[in-house]
């Protein structure tokens, strides 16, 4: 069975850091781009960041480049969101997804055919 797990959430204050890990089981991410997307209370879910199979490629969503940084480690079958200087829009349910394709990565939902179920991000004083 396909499934990816989030971890790494939680509350911090602003201008804080969090690494979220979103780790594969049943599958190996070899095969596999994988996207961050969050999904704040009464708005639509968007895309974070993306990673492509060996990590080559990277893509950021503008609110969070040179704050985020994407990462994998496929022996530990495993893709990182290092989150810094975090800011109070930043607090949304953060998933990763999985994307079956050879080459680059996109943030379109749409592209993503296996999710987890998520990790809270909430960033306050």
């Known amino acids: 069975q396909l499934q990816l797990v989030e971890s790494g959430g939680g509350l911090v204050q602003p201008g804080g850091s969090l690494r979220l890990s979103c780790r594969a089981s049943?599958?190996?991410?070899?095969?596999?781009?994988i996207g961050w997307f969050r999904q704040a209370p009464g708005k639509e879910r968007e895309g974070v960041s993306c990673?492509?199979?060996?990590?080559?490629?990277?893509n950021y969503a503008d609110s969070v480049k040179g704050r985020f940084t994407i990462s994998r480690d496929n022996a530990k079958n495993t893709v990182y969101l290092q989150m810094n200087s975090l800011k109070p829009e930043d607090t949304a349910h953060y998933y990763c997804a999985a994307d079956y394709r050879p080459n680059g990565c996109s943030v379109y939902i749409n592209l993503y055919n296996h999710w987890g179920q998520g990790t809270q991000v909430t960033v306050s004083s």
């Open positions: 049943g599958f190996t991410l070899d095969y596999y781009a």
């Open positions: 990673i492509s199979r060996w990590g080559a490629s990277t």
